[in-house]
């Protein structure tokens, strides 16, 4: 998934995400919420809706997750 959001978005887009999961507010949003800010961007990150898969931005939601330590990924 890393090198996902990587090609995606460089390594800017990718810094971004690790930001977004070592943030507290971040880890009281709902997986929702970042899927609708994967999808739309925000601020900080450009939208990437049309560049991803819906089953694409999930996985990306779970590697934050996976960041912040609440999920493990084999």
Do not use: C, F
């Amino acid at each position: 998934l890393v090198a996902l959001v990587e090609t995606l978005g460089g390594g800017e887009a990718s810094q971004e995400a690790a930001r977004l999961a070592k943030v507290d507010q971040a880890a009281e949003r709902t997986d929702g919420y970042l899927y609708a800010t994967i999808r739309n961007g925000s601020p900080g990150m450009p939208a990437l809706g049309d560049a991803m898969s819906s089953t694409e931005r999930w996985q990306v939601v779970l590697y934050l997750r996976h960041l912040q330590g609440k999920v493990n990924l084999p």
